[in-house]
T-cell receptor
Framework: GDSVTQMEGPVTLSEEAFLTINCTYT??????LFWYVQYPGEGLQLLLK?????DKGSNKGFEATYRKETTSFHLEKGSVQVSDSAVYFC???????????FGGGTRLMVKP | DADVTQTPRNRITKTGKRIMLECSQT?????MYWYRQDPGLGLRLIYY???????NKGEISDGYSVSRQAQAKFSLSLESAIPNQTALYFC?????????????FGDGTRLSIL
C-alpha cells in the first residue's frame, strides 16, 4: 500500500535559518503530494501541493518540488520565523485509493 | 478552519460508554472524512463519505461507526469506548474533483477514555 515517510523531529532552528524537512513516499501510479501544517490547538491547514512530476508547490515562503525519480517532496524555506513553529505533515493522494495517506509529522521549533 | 465545526472540543468519558462526535460544515463540500491523530503516527482515516448516501471504511474503522445525516453533517460514534481509542479526532471536508482536492479540517476533538 501507499506510505509516506518523514524525518523525525523535533527540528529546532534559530530564526532566519534555512529549513529542510525531508519527505519520501511509496505509491502506485501518479499521486498528488501535499504539505499540511498544524499550529497548536488547531486542525491541519493546507500549506502547498503538487499534482505531477517536477511541479513546484509554494506558499508563504515554503517550497517543495515533486521529484518522481527520487519519490520525494522535501519542504524548504530560506529563512524561518518564530511563527513557523508548528507540526508539518507530508501527505499523498492516490486516485486509486480515494484517500490521503499522511506521514508521521515533523515538529518544528524556531527560537528567537 | 471555522467553516468546519466539531463538537465537543474535549471529552472525558469511561470505558464502555457510547460516544458521539459531531461535525458540521458550511463549505458546501460533498466529501467528508473522520481521522484520528496519535503521536508519531500522523493522521489515520477512520471513515469517509462522498455524498449523503455513501459511507466507506477507512484504514482503522473497527470499533467506530458513522452517520451522514445531511450534506453538511457527519457524525462519528464509538459504540463502546475503550482506552486505546483515546486520541485527537479530526473531521475534514473536500470538494469533489480530480487529482486530490485539498482537505479542510476542523479544530479537532480531544477524547480521553478512562
Amino acid at each position: 500500500g501507499d506510505s509516506v515517510t518523514q524525518m523525525e523531529g523535533p527540528v529546532t532552528l534559530s530564526e532566519e535559518a534555512f529549513l529542510t524537512i525531508n519527505c519520501t513516499y511509496t505509491a502506485t501510479g501518479y499521486p498528488s503530494l501535499f504539505w499540511y501544517v498544524q499550529y497548536p490547538g488547531e486542525g491541519l491547514q493546507l500549506l502547498l501541493k503538487a499534482t505531477k512530476a517536477d511541479d513546484k508547490g509554494s506558499n508563504k515562503g515554503f517550497e517543495a518540488t515533486y521529484r518522481k525519480e527520487t519519490t520525494s517532496f522535501h519542504l524548504e524555506k530560506g529563512s524561518v520565523q518564530v511563527s513557523d513553529s508548528a507540526v508539518y505533515f507530508c501527505a499523498l493522494y492516490n486516485n486509486a485509493g480515494n484517500m490521503l495517506t499522511f506521514g508521521g509529522g515533523t515538529r518544528l521549533m524556531v527560537k528567537p | 478552519d471555522a467553516d468546519v465545526t466539531q463538537t465537543p472540543r474535549n471529552r472525558i468519558t469511561k470505558t464502555g460508554k457510547r460516544i458521539m462526535l459531531e461535525c458540521s460544515q458550511t463549505k458546501g463540500h460533498d466529501r467528508m472524512y473522520w481521522y484520528r491523530q496519535d503521536p508519531g503516527l500522523g493522521l489515520r482515516l477512520i471513515y469517509y463519505s462522498f455524498d449523503v448516501k455513501d459511507i466507506n471504511k477507512g484504514e482503522i474503522s473497527d470499533g467506530y461507526s458513522v452517520s451522514r445525516q445531511a450534506q453538511a453533517k457527519f457524525s462519528l460514534s464509538l459504540e463502546s469506548a475503550i482506552p486505546n481509542q483515546t486520541a485527537l479526532y479530526f473531521c475534514a471536508t473536500s470538494d469533489s474533483g480530480p487529482r486530490g482536492q485539498p482537505q479542510h479540517f476542523g479544530d479537532g476533538t480531544r477524547l480521553s477514555i478512562l
